[in-house]
């Protein structure tokens, strides 16, 4: 098996322009009275290739994060988008709801939480997969879609693909309807894939397979990859980078490697805590409380002092910025204390 | 798929034996017979005696069945006993009319429904659900006569646009046939459609809220696509389970609406089989429905097949 190779960071300034690139991203949801900010001054690029993850608990807005990018919130009652999200130098904030929907699948593909569900269930999932490089007229001909169709089959590991093109969502495990998936969000050849939580549903082993999938098509292809997810371990294996998002704000952003090593905001150490590690008993140490709901995020201040062993009285009053050195970035006043 | 359908038409042979039995008992507990009725105020229990004898109603119940059903095997429905017209063919004149009725309220009803409850779920508490809501629950609660008898007062009487009643066959005049055929199959197919809107808009906010859906858009579908391919044909599921149960109403309804136009369908002739009491003649058109309904209803579960491919080879 192929694992991840840990690449050097260089300095932000002598690397290529970035693949993306979002500054000060704001997502707000209408409620009955307010809007809630559900997603507050996210900043992070990537470069062709990387596999950055995003990690958070559960409702922390990794999801709304990816689908703003997507052009999936906002432009309808329910949401809002503020901020700036750079693609190949185009500003998809600015563009229209048609010229998001060529970009939606070519572009930027999406693989979702949930194989079971993603897939419809009354066509065959040749044509499913088949639809994205039509539609994104990549073929001339239904035939050619097809053949693509197969072609990706074939190379998300479905043995028969010509056969088993024919068949419907319900003639597949979780873990193979997971690489239907895949196959549906490269036969578009995007740029970027946004992956949330492709593995959450699957079982331990089917997790590693997708996984390991996903990185080598990575390799074969250029494509960068969205990594969202809530498990470490994955991060971990598979990433080289990440972005640990709370209640909406990103705290921290390190190299994966300098991240697990080096733990600096509070929440990341509790998170990594937290989390058991095989071959060494210790106790686990949860995170005491929970994570805020959206209509309880508070309006100033850090959002994880409640839970913070570290909280101070600038902890109540601002927010901390995300500081630090290029490649490693923290939001906590007592990380700017200590620097 | 070709085993299926045998089974399913095996399965028709002791329901239709049922229908055929419980329709035998039935008819007999209405008070007078065909012979009543044949000679009014001429009856005497002497004639009235020798017509039971010459149409074997003198037998019992049971034999009279039996023999009844011995023929119906082989094809034969028996001889209407008050026109001597043989059922067979009296249920062949009429079928035409009551199939386009039946089939063009279907139309109007399927023709209606789904884009109204489709643009009622997509704009969900905007204009257009109001509107498909509102055309739900009047449709529901006028009955149907009734909206009959209004349609012939204002399109008929009032206005002259169409002819208030009687049946024009369609090949002799296709557009005089149409006239005919507007207001009945408007009037039949109004309550269907209303429980189809509902059925459909419930079913296509499921489908909206589905993770495939979600998946589609992030494809690259547009509106179109995303509703008319990707959420119809699976919000039509529900949709067409209903339809098979609606259809069966539509039979019933078409007694009333065939007598309210005067159209000579399937209906009308079970009315006036009853008022002859015209045991043979009824027991036809009862057996004759019942194999039209069960045959509906494997159509439409072959249908259903078609949109979900999950209950295929079934």
Not at chain 1, 91 to 116: C, H, K, N
Not at chain 1, 128 to 138: C, F, K, R, T, Y
Not at chain 1, 186 to 206: F, N, Q
Not at chain 1, 241 to 251: C, N, P, S
């Amino acid at each position: 098996m192929t694992r991840r190779s840990p690449r050097e960071f260089e300095p932000e300034k002598s690397r290529p322009p970035a693949l993306l690139s979002v500054d000060g991203l704001r997502v707000s949801l209408r409620s009955r009275t307010r809007m809630l900010p559900a997603v507050q001054e996210v900043s992070f690029s990537m470069q062709r290739g990387e596999i950055l993850a995003l990690v958070g608990e559960s409702g922390c807005g990794k999801s709304l994060t990816a689908q703003a990018l997507l052009g999936l919130v906002g432009k309808n009652s329910l949401g809002q988008v503020e901020g700036s999200i750079r693609f190949k130098d185009r500003e998809l904030t600015d563009l229209s709801e048609r010229e998001m929907r060529a970009i939606r699948g070519r572009e930027i593909a999406w693989v979702s939480q949930d194989p079971m569900t993603s897939l419809n269930p009354v066509y065959p999932v040749g044509a499913q997969i088949a639809e994205v490089p039509w539609l994104h007229q990549l073929c001339r001909t239904r035939n050619q879609a097809r053949g693509v169709a197969e072609r990706w089959m074939d190379r998300v590991g479905i043995p028969d693909p010509a056969l088993r093109a024919r068949d419907y969502p319900f003639a597949f495990s979780g873990g193979m309807r997971q690489r239907l998936v895949i196959s549906m969000g490269l036969s578009g050849e995007p740029d970027l894939i946004i992956a949330d939580e492709p593995t959450t549903a699957l079982d331990v082993t089917i997790q590693a397979q997708i996984l390991d999938l996903l990185h080598d098509l990575r390799a074969q292809t250029g494509c960068a990859i969205l990594l969202i997810t809530h498990d470490l371990g994955v991060v971990a294996q598979w990433c080289d980078a990440a972005m640990v998002m709370y209640a909406g704000r990103i705290v921290e952003k390190a190299p994966v490697g300098e991240l697990l090593a080096n733990p600096t905001h509070p929440y990341t150490q509790n998170l990594l805590a937290s989390v058991p590690t095989p071959g060494h008993r210790r106790p686990l140490q949860p995170i005491p409380g929970q994570a805020p709901a959206l209509e309880d995020i508070p309006s100033r201040g850090c959002p994880f002092r409640e839970r913070c062993a570290l909280a101070r009285a600038a902890c109540e009053v601002h927010m901390p910025d995300l500081v630090g050195s290029a490649v490693h970035r923290v939001a906590c006043w007592d990380r700017e204390v200590k620097a | 798929m070709i085993f299926y359908i045998a089974r399913r038409l095996l399965l028709a042979i002791p329901v239709l034996f049922g229908i055929s039995l419980v329709a035998f008992a039935l008819v007999r507990l209405v008070p007078g017979d065909t012979a009543t009725v044949m000679l009014g105020m001429q009856y005497t229990e002497a004639r009235g005696e020798q017509i039971r004898a010459e149409m074997g109603l003198d037998q019992p119940v049971p034999v009279q069945y039996a023999i009844w059903l011995s023929r119906a095997l082989s094809g034969d429905l028996g001889q209407s006993g008050f026109t001597g017209q043989p059922v067979t063919r009296a249920l062949r004149e009429r079928l035409p009319v009551t199939l386009q009725l039946a089939s063009s309220a279907v139309l109007f009803a399927l023709v209606m429904a789904l884009p109204l409850g489709m643009m009622a779920a997509v704009n969900r508490g905007r204009w257009p659900d109001h509107l498909a809501m509102t055309v739900g629950v009047a449709g529901l609660s006028v009955p149907n006569f009734w909206l009959g008898i209004l349609l012939i007062l204002l399109f008929a009487r009032t206005l002259g646009w169409a002819p208030s009643g009687g049946f024009i066959h369609l090949f002799e005049d296709p557009v005089g046939n149409l006239r005919t055929m507007i207001l009945p199959a408007f009037a039949l197919g109004l309550a269907v459609a209303a429980v189809l809107i509902r059925t459909m808009r419930a079913s296509m906010l499921d489908v909206l809220g589905q993770e495939y859906l979600r998946m589609a858009r992030a494809k690259g579908c547009g509106p179109l696509r995303l509703y008319g391919v990707h959420a119809f044909r699976n919000a039509l599921v529900p949709v067409l389970t209903v339809l098979g149960i609606q259809v069966g109403y539509l039979l019933g309804g078409s007694v009333v609406i065939e007598s309210v136009f005067g159209l000579p369908g399937i209906g009308l002739l079970a009315l006036e089989a009853i008022r002859n009491r015209d045991y043979v003649l009824l027991q036809g058109v009862i057996v004759f429905v019942g194999t039209a309904f069960l045959l509906i209803n494997l159509t439409v579960d072959l249908l259903y097949a078609w949109v979900n491919p999950q209950i295929r080879y079934g």
